[in-house]
């Protein structure tokens, strides 16, 4: 399958409380789904000042990107995203509010997810990642 030339994309993962920041995307690839925030990165600018900007423009929140945490691919046709996800903390307690290319967002306690239309692969990185329950991982 021939994905095209590959984008540079990150993804930013905010757990508190047992709760996972997220997004349902309004906007391909993924539209309907739930995600965690997260875009291109702009040319000329660094990973984690993308990761802070996708996070303000879909959710409306300030954070402070932490580590890397691992990197994930989708190849379809006519599309290669390379998506690096770092931590995030959020730094104001307010709602989240979508924006930009979110239709929804809201903070989804962590036991929740089976219940809701995720993006391919995401609850087998959080798994992967140690950030949710092994017993997460068959419903991906």
Sequence with gaps: MSGGRPELCVGAIAIEDDRILLVRRGTEPGKGL???PGGRVEAGEAMVAAVV???REETGLAGVCGQMLGWVEHLTVGRHLVI???R???LD???PVPGSDA???AWVDVADLDGLPLVD???SFLVEQGLVPGSLLSLD
């Design 34 to 36: 739930w995600s965690v």
């Design 103 to 105: 239709i929804e967002a």
């Design 93 to 95: 307690g307010t709602p």
């Design 84 to 86: 690096a996800d770092f």
């Design 53 to 55: 900007r996708e996070l």
């Design 88 to 90: 995030v903390t959020i």
């Design 121 to 123: 692969g995401l609850t």
